[in-house]
């Protein structure tokens, strides 16, 4: 990152250059989405920059720098020109060719600094409302990243320390920006975000479309932070102003405003300031909570302007990304009340799909709020001690492993039954080698947090679907072959089919899959503990996983032992209502977290229709889910029934015995 961003003339002209070039790309296909969010946060760009750098052409209705005035005059037709090549811009706002225009027309009669600030910046806020366009991230920033970041990417041209003068600064023209002036003030992480990721062309600074959004955010938030670095340290009073401003400004106010902004916000607290240019929440913090209420008032924000679908994606946010984190200690100290906030943030997200309930809406979201407040109380009320710790992790681990323990039994008892050994391998190779990536993602947990809560359920759904598959295709069989005749004949015919390699590696990759899904459901509930407990209370984590295991290890040796007594037929009976019951409770998991995802709509029903254990969920979809599997299950058993007692099958098993 050899340049920046430079407020001076020959900057914004840089700036033009590349409103002009994505302006061009847009309009060639306004289809294409990349395109199409490119083009709009050029236009945001430029507006940024009019709002900011009018004052340098214009004072008291007077030119006082001919080139900066030209800039704004032909930044300002770009506006115009860029948003008419933006998909349905215009249909989603129909007052925003008007605002434009007045915006040309202040401009043009020179009109005064403030009054073409104020038009440029609503505006800006207008298409951002309205387009739902991303200007913040969903979690806060990671520094050690950024800062390793930084000095891979940026110190060659702007200093270690950010002061513009890298090894390669001289010679540069315009110089690498100097993050450490007072200019920097007057940028946003937003604005520099942008900066980043689109470059600068005619300059040293190129764009970075290789790094990812959470890298770039990194980034813009660190070269924020860098002009505060040598004014304060990260004592307990900064963090006390930290805690204090995260009472005032939310994530999205400090990524989008400047620090005159943002200052004004915090009633010009400088040392308020200073702690959220460098800070992040800390880990006793319940500030996913504060994360819920912001998404929360946000979401009603929007939906009160006619823009449903990122009201919703807001109110989405708030349950993945705020509540759920916390939800397993929620669930420990009240589990009904976790079970109602669930279907609150349900019934929002619900009363959003449809507009004109403001009122509703509005009643809805403070009920959900005050239910917030209280779960934050409950947990300040129970500090996570040594011993919670310990009970919280044995508990989330125990009821994940269970299930997926239960699963795996049925496949690996019916595996010995067949004689089929060299399938035990390759079942128990999958299982373990899940167990290894979940020890892996638990170093890599940060990563899988910024995977996104929208994105993990869309994944632990889809997992749960594909095992109800494997699943009904296993009850079927295993129903149909309970007959001892079918047994007889199968052992003699089929068990060759069974031993061949392909088919053990799904068996491998099936077995990984039931148990990467808990295992990854448990790393996030885990990393949620860890975060909330006290440094020296760490190993109660570590201690509650390994006797969770040692628990479920005692209860896997004692079912495969007990199981090698029971009858062949009567273990493929039994064994064929259990694997209706795993699928019954999976098909409600799996869709219950693509409602939770947002992929599957949401129809609530009376909260008492509610079992977790069993996957049952008070919405309409996951009952209607779980009613069609067993009508399937239904309808194959009578179907069997039918072709048992027909007199064709009856000389077809009456020959197989002569045979």
């Not at 006793?284 to 009160?304: C, E, G, M, V, W």
Request: charged fraction near 20%; aromatic fraction near 10%; hydrophobic fraction near 45%.
């Amino acid at each position: 990152m050899s340049q920046f961003f430079c407020i001076r003339p020959i900057f914004l002209f840089s700036i033009f250059v590349v409103s002009l070039s994505f302006g061009q790309t847009a309009g060639t296909n306004t289809t294409d989405t990349g395109s199409n969010v490119q083009n709009l946060e050029t236009i945001i760009h430029l507006l940024g920059y009019i709002s900011r750098d009018y004052p340098n052409g214009i004072k008291n209705g007077e030119v006082i720098n001919e080139l900066e005035y030209d800039e704004m005059l032909e930044f300002s037709q770009q506006v115009m020109e860029l948003s008419g090549k933006s998909e349905q811009l215009f249909q989603k706002s129909p007052n925003l060719v008007s605002e434009i225009h007045r915006l040309i027309e202040l401009i043009e009669k020179k009109g005064e600094e403030a009054a073409v600030s104020i038009a440029a910046n609503q505006i800006k806020d207008e298409i951002i409302n309205v387009t739902g366009l991303k200007t913040a991230p969903t979690t806060w920033p990671d520094y050690e990243n950024a800062a390793a970041l930084f000095a891979t990417h940026c110190s060659i041209c702007h200093g270690i320390n950010g002061d513009g003068n890298g090894l390669n600064a001289e010679g540069l023209d315009p110089p690498p920006t100097n993050f450490l002036d007072e200019a920097m003030q007057e940028v946003s992480p937003y604005e520099a975000l942008n900066t980043i990721k689109l470059g600068v062309p005619g300059t040293g600074m190129t764009p970075f479309p290789n790094l990812s959004e959470d890298e770039l955010w990194d980034l813009a938030f660190y070269v924020k932070s860098l002009r505060f670095v040598d004014k304060s340290e990260d004592s307990i009073l900064l963090r006390a102003s930290f805690e204090s401003a995260l009472s005032k400004v939310d994530l999205k106010q400090v990524a989008t405003l400047s620090d005159m902004e943002l200052n004004q916000l915090l009633d010009g607290n400088s040392d308020e300031l200073s702690s959220v240019r460098q800070m992040v929440p800390s880990k006793n913090s319940t500030n996913s909570l504060n994360l819920a209420r912001n998404k929360l008032k946000s979401a009603y924000s929007k939906y009160q302007n006619g823009n449903l679908a990122s009201a919703k994606e807001d109110a989405l946010t708030a349950y993945l990304e705020g509540i759920e984190p916390v939800e397993s200690r929620l669930r420990a100290i009240n589990p009904g009340y976790t079970v109602n906030l669930e279907q609150q943030m349900m019934k929002i997200r619900q009363l959003l799909t449809k507009s004109g309930q403001n009122e509703l809406v509005n009643q809805e979201i403070n009920k959900v709020l005050q239910m917030i407040d209280r779960g934050e109380q409950m947990m300040q009320n129970q500090k996570l001690n040594y011993w919670l710790t310990f009970v919280l992790s044995l508990s989330i681990m125990l009821r994940e492993g269970l299930e997926a323990f239960l699963v795996l039994f049925v496949v690996i008892v019916i595996a010995r039954k067949l004689g089929a050994h060299k399938a035990t391998p390759w079942i128990h190779s999958g299982w373990i080698l899940a167990v290894l990536a979940g020890i892996v993602g638990w170093y890599l947990s940060d990563y899988i947090i910024r995977f996104g809560g929208k994105n993990r359920e869309i994944m632990e759904g889809a997992i749960s679907l594909f095992a109800v598959l494997i699943l009904l295709w296993a009850g079927y069989w295993l129903h149909s072959h309970s007959n001892a005749i079918k047994w007889q004949r199968f052992i003699k015919q089929k068990i060759g089919v069974y031993l061949d390699k392909d088919k053990m590696f799904g068996l491998a990759a099936f077995s990984f899959m039931v148990v990467f899904r808990e295992v990854f459901e448990v790393i996030l509930f885990l990393k949620a503990i860890s975060l909330e407990a006290d440094a020296n209370n760490q190993s109660a984590i570590g201690l509650g996983s390994l006797a969770a295991l040692l628990i479920l290890f005692a209860i896997a040796f004692l079912s495969m032992k007990y199981s090698t007594k029971i009858p062949v037929r009567r273990l493929f009976l039994y064994s064929s209502w259990l694997v209706v019951l795993l699928a019954f409770i999976l098909t409600g998991k799996g869709v219950h977290s693509l409602q939770e995802s947002g992929l599957i709509s949401v129809h609530s029903l009376p909260s008492w229709i509610q079992a977790d254990w069993l996957g049952i969920y008070p919405t309409f979809e996951s009952l209607t889910a779980q009613i069609i599997l067993l009508l399937i299950v239904a309808t194959s058993y009578l179907f069997q029934k039918i072709k048992i007692k027909s007199p064709r099958h009856s000389k077809v098993v009456q020959q197989k015995n002569i045979e």
